[in-house]
């Protein structure tokens, strides 16, 4: 990607997502797509919306094998270039996604992107189910189970990414909750700015509100851009 940021589409209307995706392309490597637009409008506005940029489709497929590996090749299938799914899927799901991974590739680029833990989690929220110990070991164990198994396309906060870089050097890593040091947190923990966020090792940003609720997005996208190397 020429420009490592993903903005998230993440609006009702088809018309609202293309209008902005028009806007902001020139400032940005692709858009996110999700399950707020893509259980309306189906594989059509994938296309449409690939038209302006890669289209990283973000359903974080959690399911059984079988099941999690048609949806990724439907998601292939529709014109994605990125799909999501959570590392929780196990090392079976993992290795037979990384086999469809290298397939998919003989065609043209498609990646799979392995979600660790969501940057909407600190230590004061997590699940009560989950083991007691450090959020960033959590992220490093998840993402361990997913390099084993071949895959190498994670998603995590910029919080980890410094150490999982170190880790895993040959790793793609995209980061979400990505702000402006004015910009709110939302309901996002385990955010950093886009500078702070590349410098520690990340591949590519996802930005959403800060640039989707802008009273001019394509102004906001333009500093999101600029603020990569800063």
């Not at 890669?54 to 399911?63: G, I, L, S, T």
């Not at 989950?130 to 490093?140: E, N, T």
Request: hydrophobic share 40%.
């Amino acid at each position: 990607m020429k420009i490592p940021i993903f903005v998230a589409l993440d609006v009702d209307c088809k018309n609202e997502a293309l209008t902005l995706a028009k806007k902001v392309a020139p400032y940005v490597g692709g858009f996110k797509l999700g399950p707020r637009l893509l259980i309306k409008y189906g594989e059509s506005i994938i296309q449409e919306v690939a038209k302006l940029g890669e289209v990283f489709v973000d359903n974080k497929y959690h399911d059984i094998p079988s099941t999690v590996y048609s949806a990724v090749q439907s998601t292939f299938d529709a014109g994605a270039t990125y799909v999501t799914i959570h590392a929780s899927n196990g090392h079976e799901c993992l290795k037979k996604l990384a086999q469809l991974e290298r397939e998919l590739n003989k065609q043209r680029f498609f990646k799979i992107l392995v979600v660790t833990v969501l940057t909407s989690f600190d230590e004061n929220n997590k699940p009560s189910n989950w083991q007691d110990k450090p959020l960033s070991d959590q992220v490093y164990d998840l993402a361990r189970e997913a390099f084993s198994a071949g895959l190498s396309g994670i998603v995590c906060s910029g919080v980890e990414v410094k150490s999982l870089k170190e880790k895993f050097p040959q790793g793609f890593f995209v980061t979400p909750g990505i702000r402006l040091a004015e910009n709110s947190a939302d309901d996002q923990k385990r955010i950093l700015t886009p500078g702070e966020a590349i410098r520690r090792g990340a591949s590519a940003l996802v930005v959403g509100r800060p640039i989707v609720k802008a009273q001019q997005p394509e102004e906001a996208a333009s500093r999101f851009a600029q603020a990569i190397s800063m």
